[in-house]
């Protein structure tokens, strides 16, 4: 085990960050979080490109351990320290779990975060205008994902299966942007066993004290 305090590189408002920051607090590990925002004028500052090559976050030390991506370093944190584990047990587990978080990064985060909650609740909120074709065009990838996920493991309570893991701290963030939509409103229909997923995962300790509630 290494003896240093794992770093985390990145900001409150991303959902990587939480996702990242919703493990460490499940596995009851300390760390500290060093503010980075890639939005700020000229971008991320030139010692986080030195992290992360792409200039995004979270980036993660511990020791001399540099490491970028949110799913190997939650990978990393579940198997480096001690608390529950964070994956699943059998092969069918670990291969469901990755399908979940690889729907959530290459589908669900455009569409859900930017495409609907930046779109429909972000830019009004600034007096500007969403683009509709956008907004057409995430509504329907959130539904294709809602589909997906709700079909992923059938009358289990979590996202790969009967047991908490790296998939559903992933995905949360990301729902709770999307929860906050107006679209969200008959989306959320369509997944019945997702709504009763994230209203059970917002009842952990990690999830109160790392989430924003959902718009009532």
């Known amino acids: 085990m290494i003896n240093a305090t794992p770093i985390v590189y990145g900001a409150r408002y991303s959902v990587y960050v939480q996702a990242l920051q919703l493990c460490l607090e499940e596995k009851s590990v300390a760390y500290r979080l060093e503010d980075v925002d890639v939005f700020a004028p000229g971008g991320p500052p030139p010692e986080h490109r030195r992290r992360h090559p792409f200039g995004r976050i979270p980036a993660f030390a511990h020791g001399s351990l540099m490491l970028y991506e949110t799913a190997p370093i939650c990978r990393y944190v579940d198997e480096a320290f001690d608390g529950p584990p964070l994956q699943p047990v059998t092969a ?112 952990r300790p990690s999830a109160q004290a790392i989430l924003a509630p959902p718009a009532s």
């Open 92 to 203: 069918t587990g670990r291969a469901r779990m990755g399908q979940a978080i690889a729907i959530g990064d290459q589908y669900a985060y455009a569409a859900m975060v930017w495409g609907l909650f930046v779109e429909t609740v972000e830019r009004p909120a600034r007096g500007e205008a969403p683009d509709p074709a956008r907004v057409a065009a995430a509504v329907r990838t959130a539904s294709t994902c809602l589909q997906a996920l709700e079909a992923l493991a059938p009358g289990e309570p979590w996202i790969a299966g009967s047991t908490l893991s790296l998939a559903d701290f992933h995905l949360a963030p990301m729902f709770a942007l999307f929860l906050k939509t107006p679209a969200a409103r008959v989306l959320a229909a369509e997944a019945p066993r997702l709504g009763s997923w994230f209203e059970r995962f917002c009842a």
